[in-house]
């Protein structure tokens, strides 16, 4: 089940909202947690066992890690048992069929590939709950007593299959006590709005523009038509994760709950570093702070930090999928980093124009890699985009296309963002809002077009 269904919105939105604002305060978590459980097991019914496991296993792991007389032996064996599940499910379910098929097509044997549904949301709250326990092991934060409240911080269904990832610290607060009124829950509700028209009326047209690019295979297509397939799918993935992250932090907010923004305008980024400091800010911060930093970050010279940075950029490429597109991704944005921190991030500040161009040129090509998953075709494709070829082929629905690049410009810089913070609580903010909103309830209706890019990772 997606925010943008009709199923979602219509059906199992209302039944919970009513549940939850009736109950008294001290059981809303365990309406969440409950809530959230269905949520899960609607969409991926045989692996609800699996995340539940993964609050139990963690819970007690935390439990036992801050009880009266562990010393730091214990604890940090604790830990090690700890990632060594977290990390090992994570391999066995996403990665296992990637290593076999890689160790085949090294070695000439046939050992046999498991043939494994990817849980939903298995990447978000493994490091979600990985970072929990981590803080516990630094005594950032104590450990959970309510099990309820544990389930409840990991399953919290606004932000279980695609994040953003919430960090304990973030929301301890809140599963104690929280403030549940009708302001917030009109707040959150205009932000859910504006995602599910982002997710709506924008990602998925430029989806449908992407999904037609390669039809008639890459080898063949003209130059104009790669770069607009690139195009379109740079939009799609923005407004359709952002989206998904604007309402996800709308949900919340009519829950009580302040989750951290994701996105901050990264096409309007002057440099790769810059563009990663704007695009999944929680992911970029998780491994920040639980990866590099502990690694030795940028403090062991200048080799280490160039090899933690690998490092970094292998794991989020890999993190993101199974194949090697993803790894070659990670490692390019590695070489773009490394690059602008050696020489290029210079010449990048004392230009406002050419490190915008740069910067979308490089984002563009970046998500080529990301989204082609046959290394061939990758190399294929850009190989259509940096070499001429004419024909005609991209002449069709060309006016419709130009319109909503126009519309993918302005509304993924801050053009509007300005306005509705001025307007939201006026009658032209409200107006905007519904017709949003019935705009975008409308196009789910007569359309089965409705992707969720980010439910494969």
Not at 80 to 95: A, P, Q, T
Not at 300 to 305: H, L, N, P, S, V
Not at 401 to 430: D, Y
Request: overall charge positive.
């Amino acid at each position: 089940m997606v925010f943008s269904s009709l199923v979602f919105i219509f059906r199992f939105l209302p039944v919970f909202f009513i549940i939850y604002f009736l109950a008294p305060a001290k059981f809303r978590n365990f309406v969440l947690f409950v809530g959230s459980i269905v949520f899960y097991a609607f969409g991926e019914l045989k692996y609800t066992v699996l995340i539940l496991l993964s609050v139990i296993i963690n819970y007690m792991i935390a439990r036992l890690m801050d009880a009266k007389g562990a010393g730091p032996g214990r604890r940090k064996l604790l830990l090690v048992l700890d990632v060594i599940y977290n990390v090992g499910i994570l391999v066995v379910f996403k990665y296992s069929a990637f290593i076999i098929n890689t160790i085949n097509g090294a070695t000439g044997l046939e050992l046999p590939v498991p043939e494994l549904v990817l849980p939903l949301g298995i990447s978000f709250y493994t490091f979600q709950i990985m970072s929990y326990v981590i803080d516990v092991y630094k005594k950032d934060a104590a450990a959970e007593r309510s099990f309820i409240d544990m389930g409840t911080y990991l399953m919290m269904f606004p932000q279980l299959i695609a994040g953003p990832i919430v960090v304990y610290s973030d929301v301890a607060m809140a599963l104690k006590a929280r403030k549940v009124d009708l302001s917030g829950f009109e707040e959150g509700l205009k932000i859910f709005i504006l995602g599910l028209g982002s997710k709506v009326l924008l990602a998925n047209p430029f989806g449908s523009i992407w999904d037609s690019t390669g039809m008639g295979g890459y080898d063949v297509m003209s130059t104009p038509l790669a770069w607009i397939g690139a195009i379109a799918y740079t939009f799609q993935i923005y407004f359709d994760f952002n989206g998904y992250s604007l309402m996800a932090i709308g949900l919340g907010r009519m829950l009580g709950f302040t989750f951290p923004k994701n996105f901050n305008h990264p096409y309007t980024a002057r440099s790769v570093s810059d563009f990663w400091k704007r695009w999944h800010i929680s992911l970029t911060s998780w491994f920040r702070q639980y990866l590099y930093i502990p690694m030795g970050g940028n403090r062991k010279g200048r080799f280490r930090t160039y090899l933690n940075l690998l490092i970094v950029w292998f794991i989020t490429g890999l993190w993101h999928g199974a194949s090697w597109n993803f790894v070659l991704w990670g490692l390019y944005y590695f070489v773009l980093i490394l690059l602008e921190r050696l020489f290029l991030g210079k010449v990048l500040k004392n230009s406002y124009v050419i490190s915008r161009i740069y910067t979308m040129i490089a984002v563009i090509c970046g998500w080529v890699i990301f989204a082609v998953e046959d290394i061939s075709h990758v190399k294929m494709y850009l190989s259509r985009m940096f070499t001429l070829h004419y024909s005609d082929d991209y002449r069709e629905n060309l006016i419709t296309i130009i319109l909503l690049f126009i519309a993918g410009t302005v509304f993924s810089t801050p053009v509007f963002s300005p306005w509705f913070r001025r307007n939201k609580n006026k009658a032209s903010g409200i107006i905007v809002l519904f017709i949003i909103f019935w705009a975008s309830v409308t196009m789910l209706v007569d359309s089965a077009y409705n992707p969720f890019l980010y439910f494969r990772f």
